[in-house]
């Protein structure tokens, strides 16, 4: 999961910087010198203009998102940052990283901004990351680059002497603030009122109903999951969970994403009817009891914003003006979109699936643009672009700046621990058995695909691998 570039010329691999940096294609729009489409210019602004400002998720693709209340707030980023050149701001970070050699790690998420996974020592998904991060017993910091709930996840797997630092408080997720636990709570009572005692086994063994969280979920609702018998899962292991919890229930109450939970039960051959959504503002979520009973999969009426954008429309125009294109698209994308693709798979499915793909290749892809564009760029012997022609970052992961991550170094180096993000240990103990249990459902094996496959033969593939167990 380091990040790593070809090897390359200096030059050339400024080139691969220039050509990998949304950042810097976003100024290149709003100033004119370039042609496309941005979602809003504030985009261009440092982030920092947002810090003092009203609550709010920050530029980008979860704008329109509303904040919860009480939702963490960055305090001022000290001017000597927000004043630097990029050279400079690189420079600083690369210096401290020096000086503190072992002592730190910095994580990095596929979704951050060229500009700070170039400092990252580790790139990947949010528990790729925090696995990496287990690798670095003797570092006593862990620097993650990603959102809150990332940085949760990493201080309930790291030691209790390592500090895990967030550059940005306000860099948050508008999917994991839909479910909060006390609306989740006051799911599970009502549901309780419709299924009777939720801990009852009936001859099978089964449970009334198995909750299952997504990883994209606060440390409090992992927790909730740990005390009521229930799992986290992945974008890589959601159908593996998802047996494993029908094996145990009755019938899984998923949140915080319903394109994921829906996606997957679809593909496990779960009837559309038997999924209602959960609104947590109505009662009984907007359903009545005879739905509920019936249901094998309840849905929280929580969505990814960067995913969302996403359409049937732009997968059509790719194919008239790309022919023999392939589509690849993440399944927090509504399932019209992940019916209309070649293949949908997690952030990691993505990337391995364009490294094992024939030169030449032409890949639309459907997630968020600092993955694909980077993607493009460091992939040159292939055609990749977004799906989506407006570029609109996330919103909370474009709040972490090289200039927040040069601040938490030289803070370190000085000897000062700034944004430590630490998970009280009522949380954190059952968050971590409801980790543990993701951890035991383990995807099958992927089996080797010969080169030249397309990507709808290694799905394919995949498939007949679950299949036989292999």
Known sequence: ???????????????????????????????????????????????????????GYGPGSSMGDVIPTGAPRQGALPAVYRE?????????????????????????????RDEVVQHADFTGDSFQLANAAMTRPEAEAIVFCGVHFMAETADMLSRPDQAVILPNLAAGCSMADMADESGVEECWEQLAEVYGDLSAVDDEGRVPVVPVTYMNSSAALKGFVGRNGGIVCTSSNARTVLEEAFARGQRVLFFPDQHLGRNTAKAMGVPLERMPMWNPNRPLGGNDAADLDDARVILWHGFCSVHKRFTVDQI??????????????????????????????????????????????????????????????????HEIFCLDPVVCPCSTMYRIHPGYLAWVLEELVAGHIVNRIEVPADVAEPARLALERMLAAKPPASVPVPAGSTIAQATDAAAAASATGA
């Open 84 to 112: 630097a050149s990029d050279a400079e701001l690189h420079d600083r970070i690369r210096a401290a990283k020096a000086t503190l050699g072992e002592k730190v790690v910095v994580l990095g998420h596929f979704y951050q």
């Open 316 to 381: 059509a125009k790719a194919r008239a003006e790309h022919p023999g294109v392939q589509v690849i698209v993440h399944p927090e994308c509504p399932m019209p979109v992940v019916d209309a693709a070649d293949a949908a798979g997690s952030t990691d499915f993505i990337v391995k699936a364009i490294q094992a793909a024939p030169a030449g290749s032409t890949f639309a892809i459907g997630t968020e643009i600092n993955l694909v564009q980077r993607l493009a760029a460091e992939h040159p012997e």
């Open 1 to 55: 999961m380091s990040t790593t570039l070809p090897a390359t010329t200096p030059d050339a691999e400024r080139r691969i910087r220039d050509a990998a940096s949304v950042d810097r294609a976003i100024r290149l729009i709003t100033t004119g010198r370039a042609t496309g489409e941005t979602c809003t210019p504030d985009l261009a602004k440092g982030p920092w203009e947002f810090d003092a400002g009203p609550a």
